[in-house]
């Protein structure tokens, strides 16, 4: 309820802005018109269709108790670099930001759903239609970097379809 009373941060339409909140909004509709969890939609529409076994919402990140899974990076500012994010760092990635980032899985089960999107453009995916695979992939939207993340330092734009950059 906060999230959806507050102004927006731009005019609508006038800008991209990354928000976490937005994705778990949208699983907030998709949960409504389903009936179901969001972790359920992805797990019996994705996870189970595509076979991959490994895939799964939340658990991350790492900790001493689960090292194998996905952990955060910090900006180390002295050295220029990323640092992972430590096994005993107490942040947990909030349940509702799952749909902002919080499915995990391995590379084979990654290559799984990137072989279902190429085919799918071919037509023979087995999600969705060949026209969605086409409108998921195609370029909707240039941004600007330093305006959809704010702070970031650059001048450089980015095309955006539905939920991730398109680039030759």
Known sequence: KVVINLKPVNKPG?????????????????????????????????FEKLEMKTARTGGWPASEKESNQPRGHYFD????????????????????????????CSITDLALYARENLLGLQGKGKLLSKEYYKNIHTIHTPAKLNEMYMGIDTEETITLGYGWAVMK
Request: aromatic share 8%; no cysteine.
């Open 14 to 46: 006038t800008k991209v802005v990354y928000s976490n909140v937005g994705w778990a909004i949208a699983a907030l509709a998709a949960e409504l018109a389903a009936g179901n969890s969001y972790e359920d939609l992805l797990k019996q529409n994705i």
């Open 77 to 104: 500012k002295e050295n220029n670099t990323l640092k992972p994010q430590a096994l005993d760092d107490e942040f947990v990635l909030p349940l509702w930001a799952n749909p902002s980032g919080g499915v995990n």
